[in-house]
């Protein structure tokens, strides 16, 4: 079982085990989460540094925001953690540069939920894993698969810059995109998308469903969609039911349900097209795709659309989301590829009805 596993070590364990002094490149989020880890295996932190346009003297969580180049003209030797996202060529070749020259590690902490990805984790949940990776379309898949399970654990860039895909291949190769597509998609944020996949279909469609709870991004995508036709625009969380839930807007794509927040209209996508059929489901919101899932059970029964979901939100999405799907239609091929980004997010499910995909 998980041969394809081959890293034992989490990042957080390398980190505990070393002596050289430890600095956090990067603020925000994803830092504050690191430093609580960090406090929780009592790592010691040596500072905090941000690329050498962004600082401007100022502080975060305590430390003073320092320049690597300072640190590199007083520190001899150090570990970086990387606590930012990167998404685009420039930067995540800036990043490759910077672990040429230093020890580079991006431990996993997940963007919903709680708990962190570790080899035991794995092993603890060894079955679905096994599962899920023996139930995937091709090669490519497992490989993708393995290197993101394996970059979880280690915290090492090369297995994410190993297994890159243009976004492009996915649309042309795996969804094959018609212009006779009724296209629903979850976490419309603004628009973004629905223009990717006009792009594909020259503009064509039958008709769009768009759904975005976050109020500025809404206002965003309204505009996007201003003068389109055959158009559904829904400001609500995608879920199981229609409801309300509790929800917190925060900057950006970083919206999501939450514990406490303003209550928000929920919907689902069986309710959004009550009957009627959709040939292709986009699911990226925040860690709640199990429910939007569950919410288009009907749909994807029936009609069998391709889904294109994201697998990063929560630790257990890497295998409880192709399993669900699976559970709903086993007619499926499953294809998981990973585009141009550090940490391991935009890692996205592909649902393709069985014998439609790569060709």
């Known amino acids: 079982?998980?041969?394809?596993?081959?890293?034992?070590?989490?990042?957080?364990?390398?980190?505990?085990?070393?002596?050289?002094?430890?600095?956090?490149?990067?603020?925000?989020?994803?830092?504050?989460?690191?430093?609580r880890v960090f406090q929780e295996k009592s790592v010691p932190l040596a500072g905090i540094f941000a690329s050498d346009d962004f600082v401007r003297g100022h502080s975060f969580a305590g430390y003073k925001v320092r320049k690597l180049s300072e640190i590199e003209a007083e520190v001899e030797d150090f570990v970086i953690v990387l606590a930012f996202a990167a998404g685009y060529?420039?930067?995540?070749?800036?990043?490759?540069?910077?672990?040429?020259?230093?020890?580079?590690?991006?431990?996993?902490?997940?963007?919903?939920?709680?708990?962190?990805?570790?080899?035991?984790y794995c092993v603890a949940h060894a079955q679905e894993l096994e599962t899920v990776y023996q139930l995937l379309a091709d090669e490519e898949s497992r490989r993708v698969y393995a290197n993101i399970l394996n970059f979880k654990i280690s915290g090492k860039i090369q297995y994410l810059l190993d297994i890159v895909t243009p976004k492009s291949d996915i649309y042309r190769k795996i969804i094959h995109l018609t212009p006779n597509e009724v296209y629903v998609d979850l976490g419309a944020y603004n628009g973004d998308t629905i223009a990717e996949v006009l792009q594909y279909?020259?503009?064509k469609y039958i008709r769009i469903y768009a759904v975005e709870p976050d109020r500025k991004n809404f206002k965003k995508l309204c505009k996007y969609l201003d003068g389109m036709h055959y158009v559904n625009a829904y400001h609500a969380v995608a879920w199981c039911k229609d409801t309300t839930v509790p929800f917190v807007t925060k900057a950006g794509r970083q919206s999501a349900v939450s514990a406490v927040g303003q209550q928000i209209e929920a919907r689902s996508v069986d309710s959004i097209l009550q009957g009627r059929p959709a040939t292709i489901i986009k699911m990226d919101v925040e860690g709640c795709e199990r429910e939007a899932?569950?919410?288009a059970a009907q749909t994807i029964a029936h009609f069998s659309p391709k889904l294109m979901v994201s697998l990063?939100?929560?630790?257990?999405?890497?295998?409880?989301?192709?399993?669900?799907?699976?559970q709903l239609n086993p007619g499926y091929d499953l294809y998981v590829r990973h585009q141009l980004y550090i940490p391991a997010w935009e890692t996205n499910l592909y649902a393709v009805p069985s014998g439609k995909g790569l060709f």
């Open 312 to 326: 990063y939100h929560r630790n257990e999405d890497i295998f409880a989301l192709p399993l669900l799907i699976q």
């Open 89 to 120: 060529q420039s930067l995540v070749d800036k990043i490759i540069e910077i672990s040429q020259k230093h020890t580079l590690l991006v431990p996993d902490v997940p963007v919903a939920g709680g708990g962190l990805f570790t080899y035991d």
């Open 1 to 35: 079982m998980l041969s394809f596993i081959t890293e034992k070590q989490s990042s957080w364990e390398k980190l505990q085990a070393e002596t050289r002094p430890i600095f956090i490149y990067g603020m925000g989020d994803g830092a504050e989460k690191i430093m």
């Open 201 to 203: 279909t020259r503009g």
């Open 293 to 295: 899932l569950w919410g």
